[in-house]
């Protein structure tokens, strides 16, 4: 009888003994996941292919995993993500979460940007349970988006081409590549033709150097002219001044002709006639000289070049 006291006593040690181990181990537990992760909220926008359990990493470093995924009570559209990390993941305000792809398995994971070294830590807003992290679209979902918008310009490009490339259009196609083969096939057969046509771009690029080479003698005798027309004015300058010291001078021996003639008729009378006559005739002929070198002085101020290339002025008896 003492015996089996003494294996019932045992029995019930050991199983109080069990049960509490359990109970540290499970206390133990939580409240090491309460001390060393932190619960955050992501809100996708339209389906995801996330599951309980995928990884979450921190650019590249997994530092936990999603706990549930679930439709958003407030907008049905949106999935809403609750994720559990470690409590020391420095998640700023301006982080982001995004869906990637772990290689070429296929298998997704939730990927948070580390934020701007300035940025506060994320915590929770006044009504919401724990703090939501912004969700970025990846090229990934923006491709999958745009699908639609894809296949439809595809169609619409398929569209255009089957309308380009009707019979009639395949025909002329034809046409044209016939005669094109037609020209090339002539080409190469006739030697001569070819022969020529190079002889001729060969002419003209020779009549094109001989044309520049023309070009620029012209362009060297025009400097030259300028170079003398610009001398010869210079000369030209200097006569007509010398012309016009004359003129000044044969207006002052008119004056003094004048003059003189007027004592002579004074004081020669009767026999000296014709010494007076002699006399009004030189000075008549005087006169003539000075008047045709004042015409030919306001010639020569009107048109210089006329000493050089103008016909002579024929002259003419005012007597």
């Known amino acids: 009888m003492e015996t089996r006291a003494n294996y019932a006593v045992i029995g019930a040690f050991v199983i109080v003994a069990t049960l509490a181990v359990a109970a540290f181990v499970l206390w133990l537990g939580q409240s090491q996941f309460q001390r060393d992760y932190k619960a955050y909220d992501i809100v996708f926008e339209g389906p995801v292919s996330l599951e309980d359990g995928s990884a979450v990493r921190y650019i590249g470093i997994k530092v936990g995993e999603v706990s549930t995924v679930r439709i958003d009570r407030a907008d049905p559209s949106k999935v809403r993500a609750r994720i559990r990390i470690d409590r ?52 990934l979902d923006q491709l999958v988006a745009g699908g639609a918008q894809v296949l439809g310009q595809a169609n619409d490009t398929m569209e255009r081409v089957k309308k380009l490339l009707t019979d009639e259009n395949v025909e002329s196609i034809s046409t044209s590549l016939k005669n094109i ?60 001044a010398e012309v016009q010291k004359v003129v000044a001078s044969a207006d002052a021996v008119i004056v003094q002709g004048k003059d003189t003639v ?45 000493m050089l290339v103008g016909e002579p002025v024929p002259y003419e008896d005012k007597r």
């Open 262 to 306: 007027g004592v002579v008729n004074t004081l020669l009378e009767g026999p000296a006639t014709g010494v007076v006559e002699e006399s009004r005739l030189a000075a008549q002929d005087l006169r003539i000289l000075i008047s045709r070198m004042d015409r030919l002085t306001r010639e020569l101020e009107q048109n210089p070049q006329s």
């Open 181 to 240: 083969e037609t020209i090339t096939t002539k080409l190469a057969a006739d030697d001569g033709l070819i022969d020529q046509a190079t002889g001729t771009m060969k002419d003209l690029s020779r009549a094109s150097n001989e044309f520049a080479s023309a070009s620029e003698s012209v362009g060297t005798f025009s400097t030259n002219a300028n170079q003398e027309l610009a001398g010869l004015s210079g000369q030209l300058d200097d006569l007509l």
């Open 88 to 139: 020391e993941t420095p998640v700023k305000t301006d982080s982001t979460a995004s869906i990637q792809l772990a290689g070429i398995t296929g298998v997704t994971f939730v990927q948070i940007s580390a934020g701007s070294p300035t940025a506060r830590l994320l915590e929770a807003k006044p009504g919401e349970p724990v703090p939501v992290i912004k969700a970025e679209k990846t090229q």
